[in-house]
């Protein structure tokens, strides 16, 4: 089976999209997603860009939330604005690392996105990531000690220094073999490449 | 008929994809394509992006040559990449605004794009405007000097300051009404909108 990395962002707002559709879609395409967490924020520091891709800019930043609001409708996905952007996600990230090692990345990433982007419960907060664990059946307390251990973390730097290696510069990202493709905009593309 | 603005800087990359192929893409949807040179430069300065999107992030720009040969490749387009980036293109957008004024700014404008990006005849050259405008019957000498004309410059200042005043901060970008989709991948939903 060929296989489709995933690499994101929790704070990134077009990563939302991705979070939503890539399960269904590469399921359709015979595909196996790998989802990896990594820090979008060093990687953009390093770039020049450390108020990241839109607050620098308010006619991309007015447009960016025009955009995801529309592409949200057209993929029938519900979308309500969140109040606060960014979100501090390092905590919610290090939950992502541990869940990718033991296997419930995917659910719970859906989870943190779904209560972001359709209740305003911010990814980042306690209540969303209290909410998420206890959904998965998991005891938040112990989970979020787990996920502040010293491996864990070193994952997590280690996961974005490969992120950096690959060339990615922003979430959602898509690799097959080292071929990249950013956006979710370019997840058909990538799909398609992975099944080639 | 429903009609779509089409506004491009000519020193655009992915403006290439958008050019050679919204014509007959408008055509199949029975939309009418108004065409719209403006400047990008000054915008990108204002919004403290001087040096353009890609320039200072190699990783961005490194993404952006693979994105764009890949994206011409699935749209069945010639693609060469050009010797020199961004290429300057003042006095291409004049004649493109004459040309607007005029009707002829359509093929013009595939002349010019064609030129650049399959046969490394740079935007904005001498020989890239002496070409294009023998291909179109017209004089050189004659075209240039009325490009220059105090009225013309105006127009396209003034063009540059509606582009500012719709939001728009990248080139390909379509608008319907004052809906704004930004990119060449955003033109089969700018011709959806058009056609809603």
């Not at 990134?12 to 399921?27: E, G, I, N, P, W």
């Not at 620098?56 to 057209?74: N, S, T, V």
């Not at 290090?94 to 990345?105: I, K, N």
Request: with cysteine; glycine share 6%.
């Amino acid at each position: 089976m060929r296989k489709l990395d995933f690499w994101f962002e929790y704070g990134s707002t077009y990563t939302y999209l991705s979070v939503a559709r890539s399960s269904k879609a590469a399921a359709a395409t015979g595909v196996q997603l790998e989802w990896h967490p990594f820090l979008l924020a060093p990687i953009l520091t390093e770039l020049g860009m450390a108020q990241g891709p839109f607050r620098p800019y308010p006619a991309k930043m007015a447009y960016m939330w025009r955009d995801l609001e529309r592409r949200a409708q057209q993929h029938g996905l519900p979308y309500l604005k969140p109040s606060h952007y960014p979100p501090n996600t390092l905590l919610t990230a290090r939950v992502g690392t541990l869940a990718a090692v033991e296997g419930w990345c995917e659910a719970f990433t859906q989870s943190c996105f779904n209560l972001h982007w359709t209740q305003d419960c911010a990814i980042g907060s306690e209540q969303n990531l209290a909410i998420c664990l206890t959904g998965l059946h998991k005891n938040p307390a112990e989970v979020l000690a787990r996920a502040q251990a010293p491996e864990i973390k070193e994952r997590l730097r280690s996961a974005t220094d490969t992120a950096r290696a690959l060339g990615l510069f922003g979430s959602p990202s898509f690799v097959v073999d080292r071929e990249l493709f950013w956006g979710d905009d370019r997840l058909e593309e990538a799909l398609d490449w992975a099944t080639r």
